[in-house]
């Protein structure tokens, strides 16, 4: 295991590596520190062709995370207000060019700068004590970065309603599965074991066409409908020929799905 000093990195096993959230006794808030190891992380995940899907967890009972950490802070640049730096150029994994899939495994609390792993991850599930909420506006503080890329995910009224109503409402697990947020609610004690599974299940696929789905649909949030489509053409042109050329559809063996 590589050693970090806010998070734990696991590396690649059958294809899934895990990264854990370490500083429980901080509810897992991120610091500068934090940002600049996942850079290193991400980095790491990008040319290690090893790892074909990423877990993303949490240590401790209360929180996934809580956002920045107020007491170290070290975003904000003495320049000015434009100065102020996007911590999801550091954390993202799309925003460093990381094209394995993401799955975010939440329990607990899931608050304000959580969401710069939830905007970016493909697939989130989350434990039945699992709860989200943005407290910028009850601080006096805009919410635009985190609820924006929630845009595509969630409904525009389900947004609107997490970020005006703040510290005041809280989203639990049952409401995040019907309204989009998370795909699967599991109990707590099998949360990490079942984000494994379904990232051993992806990782198991042919790695140019998972990257290049998850790259098209990536993209495509951000476009118009039609431009959207045009722009996935060319992952498929790209990709399906390798595609093909990994798996023989003649002689592939029929999947054990599950009915969800």
Same mark, same amino acid.
């Given at each position: 295991?590589?050693?970090?000093?806010?998070?734990?990195?696991?590396?690649?096993?059958?294809?899934?590596?895990?990264?854990?959230?370490?500083?429980?006794?901080?509810?897992?808030?991120?610091?500068?520190?934090?940002?600049?190891?996942?850079?290193?992380?991400?980095?790491?995940?990008?040319?290690?062709?090893?790892?074909?899907?990423?877990?993303?967890?949490?240590?401790?009972?209360?929180?996934?995370?809580?956002?920045?950490?107020?007491?170290?802070?070290?975003?904000?640049?003495?320049?000015?207000?434009?100065?102020?730096?996007?911590?999801?150029?550091?954390?993202?994994?799309?925003?460093?060019?990381?094209?394995?899939? +993401? *799955?975010? @495994?939440?329990?607990?609390? &899931?608050?304000? /700068?959580?969401?710069?792993? #939830?905007? %970016?991850?493909?697939?989130?599930?989350?434990?039945?004590?699992?709860?989200?909420?943005?407290?910028?506006?009850?601080?006096?503080?805009?919410?635009?970065?985190?609820?924006?890329?929630?845009?595509?995910?969630?409904?525009?009224?389900?947004?609107?309603?997490?970020?005006?109503?703040?510290?005041?409402?809280?989203?639990?697990?049952?409401?995040?599965?019907?309204?989009?947020?998370?795909?699967?609610?599991?109990?707590?004690?099998?949360?990490?074991?079942?984000?494994?599974?379904?990232?051993? +299940? *992806?990782? @198991?696929?042919?790695?140019? &066409?998972?990257? /290049?789905?998850?790259?098209? #649909?990536? %993209?495509?949030?951000?476009?118009?409908?039609?431009?959207?489509?045009?722009?996935?053409?060319?992952?498929?042109?790209?990709?399906?020929?390798?595609?093909?050329?990994?798996?023989?559809?003649?002689?592939?063996?029929?999947?054990?799905?599950?009915?969800?």
């Amino acid at each position: 295991m590589v050693e970090f000093e806010t998070i734990l990195f696991e590396p690649a096993t059958d294809g899934v590596a895990t990264i854990t959230l370490n500083r429980p006794d901080r509810l897992n808030s991120f610091t500068r520190r934090m940002g600049e190891e996942f850079e290193t992380v991400w980095r790491r995940v990008r040319e290690d062709e090893a790892i074909r899907v990423v877990v993303l967890r949490a240590a401790g009972d209360r929180a996934f995370c809580t956002g920045s950490d107020q007491k170290e802070g070290g975003w904000r640049r003495p320049g000015g207000p434009f100065d102020h730096e996007d911590p999801s150029l550091l954390l993202g994994p799309k925003q460093n060019r990381v094209w394995r899939p +993401l *799955i975010c @495994a939440v329990s607990g609390m &899931a608050a304000g /700068g959580a969401f710069y792993w #939830l905007n %970016e991850a493909d697939l989130i599930i989350c434990s039945e004590d699992a709860t989200f909420f943005d407290p910028h506006v009850s601080f006096g503080k805009v919410a635009a970065v985190e609820p924006t890329g929630m845009l595509g995910r969630m409904a525009y009224g389900e947004i609107m309603r997490m970020t005006l109503l703040g510290n005041d409402e809280r989203i639990c697990a049952e409401t995040a599965l019907r309204i989009g947020l998370v795909s699967e609610v599991t109990p707590r004690k099998t949360l990490w074991a079942r984000a494994h599974e379904l990232a051993a +299940l *992806i990782a @198991a696929k042919p790695t140019v &066409a998972v990257q /290049g789905s998850v790259r098209a #649909l990536w %993209e495509g949030r951000s476009l118009p409908a039609a431009l959207a489509v045009q722009n996935a053409l060319k992952y498929a042109q790209l990709g399906n020929p390798i595609g093909e050329a990994q798996v023989d559809r003649a002689t592939a063996p029929k999947a054990r799905w599950t009915l969800r």
